[in-house]
């Protein structure tokens, strides 16, 4: 694959993301995108109502924008940490390969 077709992949792969992400917002009008814990918490009211949670969140945050970004940076690092481990042990999967070729 040459350099050129492979800065279009990139390109079309990025585009496709985008897309991805912006066509809920777009073709759902008036959706409530809301987290699984909002829908466990109201189907637990529905089929129970008297029930009562066993504690309290240590930390409240003032609005749902920054619990989002709280979750986003928590997977943003996840992501990071495993992409790491992945390239380093590709990267020590083909140092080794040289240095078998270059023993033989």
């Known amino acids: ?51 009562k949670p066993w504690f309290k969140s240590l930390i409240e945050l003032p609005s749902g924008e920054v619990e989002s970004l709280l979750f986003s940076v928590q997977a943003a690092t996840g992501a990071g940490v495993i992409g790491y481990v992945i390239g380093l042990y590709k990267g020590r999967s083909e140092q080794s390969k040289k240095q078998n070729e270059n023993s033989d």
Do not use: R
């Open 1 to 51: 694959m040459t350099q050129q077709n492979q800065k279009w992949n990139n390109w079309l792969l990025l585009l496709a993301v985008v897309v991805l992400a912006v066509a809920p917002l777009v073709f759902i009008k008036g959706a409530e995108f809301s987290g699984s814990d909002d829908q466990a918490e109201s189907a637990i009211k529905e089929i129970q109502p008297q029930y």
